[in-house]
């Protein structure tokens, strides 16, 4: 099992920021993908961005310019820098994590996400 777990959401005005945190545990041997999704009411799970274990991203073009998605490799841990929040960013955001993790001593994939992180912008 691979476990995430996110922080750092909250509820903000229009124009301000929040930074996402989410850290990875368990028997983890690597993480190739990590990634920020978010689902507003009524709407299907979006990509925000994602960061590959050699730093390369990929936002929405929604999100371009706005976020920064980085991380730590050193402690499993992805972060989402939200600026110049707008009322159309309110959603949960999920993390996901995907790589290879120890099932006794066979390596085996893994695709885990957390429970998500509520963000509210207000305008």
């Known amino acids: 099992q691979v476990w995430l777990v996110e922080s750092g959401g909250g509820s903000v005005r229009a124009g301000g920021s929040l930074r996402l945190s989410c850290a990875a545990s368990g028997r983890i041997f690597r993480i190739n993908a990590m990634g920020w999704y978010r689902q507003a009411p009524g709407k299907q799970r979006e990509l925000v961005a994602t960061?590959?274990?050699?730093?390369?991203?990929n936002y929405a073009d929604s999100v371009k310019g706005r976020f920064i998605i980085s991380r730590d490799n050193a402690n499993n841990t992805v972060y989402l820098q939200m600026n110049d929040l707008k009322p159309e960013d309110t959603a949960l955001y999920y993390c996901?994590?995907?790589?290879?993790?120890?099932?006794?001593?066979?390596?085996?994939?893994?695709?885990?996400w957390g429970q998500g992180t509520q963000v509210t912008v207000s305008s």
């Open positions: 996901n994590a995907a790589g290879k993790r120890y099932s006794g001593s066979a390596l085996v994939d893994f695709d885990s």
């Open positions: 960061i590959t274990s050699g730093a390369s991203t």
